[in-house]
């Protein structure tokens, strides 16, 4: 079965300072990824996500993400944070080809940004 | 706002009654799921709908949830018998080419 791993619960950074956030997967083969945000008491928006080709992907806020297969590992970073993106961040997995139509999700880790 | 649209926003309810929570789709999304989330995790999967079919349950989903999709386009997910432990949010999605759109919750409180 599928599953993510984000050894992180909750990570403090100073604004401006850079950032790095884990994900871990497991998975047959190299399955969809992606990275969301979640504000509290609001759904998840998507960050960005890696289907293949180039391993390093872009996404919304500056954020992007780097797929290392031979790691199994999917991180989040962002050159230079900024007090709005203090949230909950969810790396999630899902298969690219027919079994469980479900994404799995890491448990997150909380972001604190500090001034 | 990413074009799924769920209703209630919140909810309290006392133990023993039945709620209902409506899910909104993207129009031209015909995979729909439904997730929970409870304070401190991800979201976990409950549910599967590809147009009005429901194709996958989740061994979270015990007897007293039923979710319907009728003709393919809304959702609705219902509790019955309410217990403190289904206080979560409570998360639809609908897929597109390949990620999922996720609409804002609804959020349960059973007293």
């Known amino acids: 079965a599928q599953s993510v791993t984000q050894p992180d619960i909750h990570i403090t950074v100073s604004e401006g300072a850079s950032l790095e956030l884990r994900c871990n997967y497991s998975?047959?083969?190299?399955?969809?990824l992606f990275w969301y945000v979640q504000s509290p008491g609001q759904g998840l928006q998507l960050l960005l996500k890696y289907f293949s080709g180039d391993t390093l992907v872009q996404g919304i806020k500056g954020f992007e993400a780097e797929f290392k297969r031979s790691q199994s590992s999917f991180n989040l970073r962002k050159p230079s944070v900024h007090w709005s993106d203090a949230a909950e961040y969810f790396c999630a997995v899902f298969p690219n080809s027919g079994g469980y139509q479900k994404v799995t999700f890491g448990t997150g880790t909380k972001l604190q940004v500090i001034p | 706002d990413t074009g799924v649209s769920q209703d209630p926003r919140h909810k309290i309810t006392k133990r023993g009654q039945n709620v209902t929570f409506r899910c909104d789709p993207i129009s031209e999304h015909n995979r729909l799921y439904w997730y929970r989330q409870t304070l401190g995790q991800g979201p976990e999967f409950l549910t599967y709908?590809?147009?009005?079919?429901?194709?996958?349950k989740s061994r979270l989903l015990s007897d007293r949830f039923s979710a319907e999709r009728p003709k393919g386009s809304f959702s609705t997910l219902e509790i019955q018998r309410t217990e403190q432990g289904d206080s979560a949010m409570y998360l639809c999605?609908?897929?597109?080419?390949?990620?999922?759109?996720f609409g804002p919750g609804t959020r349960l409180t059973v007293t």
């Open positions: 998975y047959g083969a190299t399955p969809y």
């Open positions: 709908f590809q147009n009005e079919a429901q194709l996958e």
């Open positions: 999605a609908t897929r597109g080419s390949g990620e999922q759109y």
